[in-house]
């Protein structure tokens, strides 16, 4: 399997404009989640789906921020108007069940200038 | 407000010497622990976890240790390798080892030294 494949693996875009993170879990798992890596914040949860349905998405920072998993394959993390505070590493995630399943992708490095 | 803190963003050992990281947490309902290792350009990979019934838990060289009267972990690398160089996290959940919001410190980036 090759793992959590996250894309682009570098995106570098002007303030205001709409960024569009791809994910594609690992076959067969049936969670899937979004983090952001920041200096200041460390790796926070935004938010996570299980089969497919948003579980938890109290961690998305504000409405400009959209995900979706329209089916078990892949998922989108969107930011509609980027503003350069929006800047890290934004890292996908999927598991099987139980914590230590957890496999992260490569991540995506955000530059919004 | 962190409710995992690493208060040490940085360590420095050197081979084949002990490496001891530390982590503290506030939230009582924590009841599973885990430890990853992030080299640069990749995502964080799983190293070893520990549940709340335990105060240890050893898998080669890697040993957790938990205080739970504390609200204290720690990892413990022995012997430290070079290859062990990069950042370590520590996490913690609720959910007792099923799904869950895993809450991350903010790591500590360990350098082991030839």
């Known amino acids: 399997d090759a793992g959590v494949i996250q894309s682009p693996r570098h995106e570098v875009t002007e303030m205001g404009q709409e960024v569009t993170l791809r994910c594609k879990p690992i076959?067969?798992?049936?969670?899937l989640f979004w983090y952001r890596q920041t200096m200041m914040r460390g790796l926070e949860l935004l938010i996570y789906?299980?089969?497919?349905?948003?579980?938890?998405d109290s961690g998305m920072p504000e409405d400009r921020f959209s995900a979706k998993m329209p089916n078990a394959s892949f998922s989108t993390l969107k930011i509609q108007p980027s503003e350069p505070r929006d800047s890290a590493v934004y890292f996908c995630?999927?598991?099987?069940?139980?914590?230590?399943?957890?496999?992260f992708g490569s991540g995506t490095r955000l530059t919004v200038v | 407000d962190q409710q995992v803190k690493q208060n040490s963003p940085s360590l420095s050992v050197q081979e084949g010497r002990i490496s001891i990281l530390n982590c503290d947490y506030t939230?009582?309902?924590?009841?599973?622990f885990l430890w990853y290792k992030k080299y640069p350009a990749e995502g964080p990979t799983f190293l070893i976890s520990?549940?709340?019934?335990?105060d240890k838990n050893e898998d080669g060289r890697f040993t957790v240790f938990l205080n739970k009267s504390a609200k204290h972990l720690s990892l413990h690398i022995v012997p430290s390798q070079p290859g062990d160089s990069a950042v370590y996290f520590c996490?913690?959940?609720?959910?007792?080892?099923?799904?869950?919001?895993?809450?991350f410190g903010k790591g500590t980036k360990l350098s082991v030294k030839p």
């Open positions: 995630a999927s598991s099987l069940g139980g914590l230590d399943g957890y496999t």
């Open positions: 076959s067969g798992h049936n969670s």
């Open positions: 789906f299980n089969n497919n349905v948003p579980i938890d």
């Open positions: 939230n009582s309902m924590f009841d599973y």
């Open positions: 520990i549940s709340s019934i335990k």
């Open positions: 996490a913690a959940s609720a959910g007792g080892g099923s799904q869950g919001n895993l809450i």
